[in-house]
């Protein structure tokens, strides 16, 4: 008996592991992805607490066309969007500025990457600001983010979950997210995150979530203003 806990062990291990690559593979190797996502996080920094609720939009579709959208509760006509119809881009800011210009390899990707390890909004916002830098380079945003320590977590409901860590730099996040056993869709995902003097933690849920379906070119159309 001794000798077969090893084993068993190991086989938990790679059943975990399983499982948290098939929700990225989901997501990954669909046609097409829409769903409606929205984000409550609690941030507190030097004493000071900060509250931040967003909601949006996402539109993928093979050949590297995207449409996400994302605005905040307190500034509702101030949403952050990038538009790729595979050869042409546009970010518009929170401040309404607008810039135009070449596609970037890859973006589909990131998002996608985004869906299945967390974090939508950090994803729109560090390619929003690569691009306004002109840095229209490619990002190996499985290399930039790194995942760890997969792990089983305590089932909810007719869910399970899976807790795990993703490593950037010097910074570790960990997250817990909750997906359906059928069809390796996320439902939510909760997040922790602490450094020096800096702390956040918050959910991200997935709603509507649809792959493969038909969504028409015009939906990643640039607009001429």
């Given at each position: 008996?001794?000798?077969?806990?090893?084993?068993?062990?190991?086989?938990?291990?790679?059943?975990?592991?399983?499982?948290?690559?098939?929700?990225?593979?989901?997501?990954?190797?669909?046609?097409?992805?829409?769903?409606?996502?929205?984000?409550?996080?609690?941030?507190?920094?030097?004493?000071?607490?900060?509250?931040?609720?967003?909601?949006?939009?996402?539109?993928?579709?093979?050949?590297?066309?995207?449409?996400?959208?994302?605005?905040?509760?307190?500034?509702?006509?101030?949403?952050?969007?990038?538009?790729?119809?595979?050869?042409?881009?546009?970010v518009?800011?929170?401040?309404?500025?607008?810039?135009?210009?070449?596609?970037?390899?890859?973006?589909?990707?990131?998002?996608?990457?985004?869906?299945?390890?967390?974090?939508?909004?950090?994803?729109?916002?560090?390619?929003?600001?690569?691009?306004?830098?002109?840095?229209n380079?490619?990002?190996?945003?499985?290399?930039?983010?790194?995942v760890?320590?997969?792990?089983?977590?305590?089932?909810?409901?007719?869910?399970?979950?899976?807790?795990?860590?993703v490593?950037?730099?010097?910074?570790?996040?960990?997250?817990?997210?909750?997906?359906?056993?059928?069809?390796?869709?996320?439902?939510?995902?909760?997040y922790?995150?602490?450094?020096?003097?800096?702390?956040?933690?918050?959910?991200?849920f997935?709603?509507?979530?649809?792959?493969?379906?038909?969504?028409?070119?015009?939906?990643?159309?640039?607009?001429?203003?």
């Amino acid at each position: 008996m001794v000798m077969l806990l090893p084993l068993v062990a190991i086989f938990f291990s790679q059943s975990n592991e399983d499982d948290f690559w098939r929700i990225e593979e989901t997501i990954k190797t669909a046609k097409s992805v829409s769903l409606q996502v929205r984000k409550e996080s609690t941030i507190t920094e030097g004493g000071k607490v900060h509250s931040i609720k967003w909601s949006g939009s996402v539109l993928l579709k093979e050949g590297n066309k995207l449409n996400v959208s994302l605005t905040e509760a307190d500034a509702p006509n101030s949403p952050l969007q990038i538009i790729c119809n595979h050869k042409d881009i546009l970010v518009r800011d929170v401040d309404s500025t607008v810039l135009k210009g070449q596609a970037v390899d890859g973006l589909s990707n990131g998002v996608r990457l985004a869906i299945s390890r967390g974090q939508v909004d950090f994803w729109l916002a560090d390619a929003a600001k690569r691009i306004k830098e002109g840095n229209n380079q490619s990002v190996d945003w499985k290399a930039r983010f790194k995942v760890a320590n997969i792990r089983v977590g305590e089932p909810d409901s007719n869910l399970k979950t899976l807790t795990y860590d993703v490593k950037s730099s010097d910074d570790t996040i960990h997250f817990r997210v909750w997906y359906d056993s059928e069809t390796y869709k996320p439902i939510k995902r909760s997040y922790e995150y602490k450094k020096d003097q800096l702390s956040a933690k918050g959910v991200e849920f997935y709603g509507s979530l649809t792959l493969n379906a038909e969504i028409p070119d015009s939906k990643f159309d640039i607009p001429s203003k």
